[in-house]
């Protein structure tokens, strides 16, 4: 049962245009969504995060958006940059407190590709 | 000066065989996790342990075990490894508040079963 879905397995955008990267919950008790950024053969390392209590939040050329009605959220790029190619994977959590507390669950990611 | 460290980065083994896996972080978080990525690139949470104390353990295989010593390692010993167990390990840590944080990835651990 895929709780976190990234429905996109790739996207390829040019440089200096918007990449948009979408994901889709079906948990409602999720609370708090990450974008991860991927490379090869190294860790996710974390981008941008927003809580359920936000519809946006921005941090220079990433914005990630949440529409809790649609459970959605998508993560802007403006402007893409080559070295913004990578796999970025959409995660969730339950929150605080409890056996779920910290749990992260992630979608299956998204490779995007910016060209020069 | 690397935050979250695994040992080691790739893990070529037997079927049947034990083996470990190693993880240190120095952020000073309380809380560090055991996640695998399959062939299918799903990131799956397997343990997560807060200052030595399990407190996530999903639906894995009791061939998997996690040990704490402290609250800056946690490791992961496989026992009677199978061809299913090979994938990409990785362990993360984040702070225990009861604010939302980000958690920390190390750079994996590749394990390949022949």
């Known amino acids: 049962d895929q709780q976190v879905k990234q429905n996109s397995p790739s996207l390829s955008v040019q440089e200096g245009r918007i990449s948009i990267l979408n994901c889709d919950y079906t948990n409602s008790m999720f609370d708090y969504f990450l974008w991860y950024k991927k490379y090869p053969a190294e860790g996710p390392t974390f981008l941008i995060s927003?809580?359920?209590?936000?519809d946006k939040n921005e941090d220079g050329r990433f914005t990630v958006f949440l529409n809790k009605s649609a459970k959605h959220l998508s993560l802007h790029i403006v402007p893409s940059q080559p070295g913004d190619s990578a796999v970025y994977f959409c995660a969730a959590s339950g929150g605080a407190g409890g056996t779920s507390y910290g749990k992260l669950t992630f979608g299956q990611g998204t490779i995007l590709t910016v060209h020069p | 000066d690397t935050a979250v460290s695994q040992t080691p980065k790739y893990l070529v083994t037997q079927m049947g065989n034990d083996k470990s896996i190693k993880c240190e972080q120095n952020?000073?978080?309380?809380?560090m996790y055991w996640y695998k990525q399959d062939s299918k690139k799903f990131l799956k949470i397997m343990f997560s342990?807060?200052?030595?104390?399990?407190?996530i353990n999903e639906t894995v295989p009791n061939r998997f075990s996690p040990k704490s010593p402290d609250k800056a390692h946690l490791n992961l010993h496989i026992n009677s490894l199978e061809l299913g167990d090979s994938a990409v390990y990785f362990c993360?840590?984040?702070?225990?508040?009861?604010?939302?944080?980000?958690?920390?990835f190390g750079d994996g651990t590749r394990l390949s079963i022949l």
């Open positions: 952020l000073g978080h309380d809380t």
């Open positions: 993360a840590s984040s702070p225990w508040d009861r604010e939302n944080q980000p958690q920390h």
């Open positions: 342990y807060n200052n030595k104390e399990l407190i």
């Open positions: 927003i809580s359920s209590i936000k």
